[in-house]
């Protein structure tokens, strides 16, 4: 399955751009509010520094995991349907072929 | 002026960590209302980030500042002193001239 070198049609890149933004207002939305109910909670030094430890981990995750280069996009979108960030219908506009192959990947 | 080959006696011993691990509670719970605070606040992804830049810089400096090395011991009570976590009379109980080192220390 060939999904790196995909033309990408200027709708095409305005469905694309949509999604990927929902989809990062999601993921970080839900953060922030993870975040919040986990400081809430700190009694003690090791808490805080489990915050720590999870803010490190979620930072370098999502600096790592939103990738905007059309290279790519295939793959991130079908890790962010499969992590629930995304819907398969939000890229609704995107060729069939491209569709088939981010729902194919996101079962792997 | 020298303060690191001081001897400690078992009573100095005694006072210096009751006041090093009152220093180090005050320093700690300030710390975690000040995380609480900063964290019930992030409404977007730069302010969470950073509180983790906060946390990272919070952790090394509090990692590296409370060291109960008898040898270090003067210039770690010096510098609790100067930031406000520890008052010198908390030291009280302690040899004179080590009282005065660390009061010398940390006006530096």
Redesign the interface.
Known sequence: MQVTDTQWSQTEQEVAKAAFDKAYERE?NA??LE??E???A??H?DQ??G??DF??AR?HDIDGKYDYRYSVLIFVFARLVKEGWLKLEELSGLDTDKIKKVAALSRM
């Open positions: 970080i953060l922030i975040v919040r986990q400081a809430s700190i009694a030094l805080m520094w915050l720590h803010l490190s930072r």
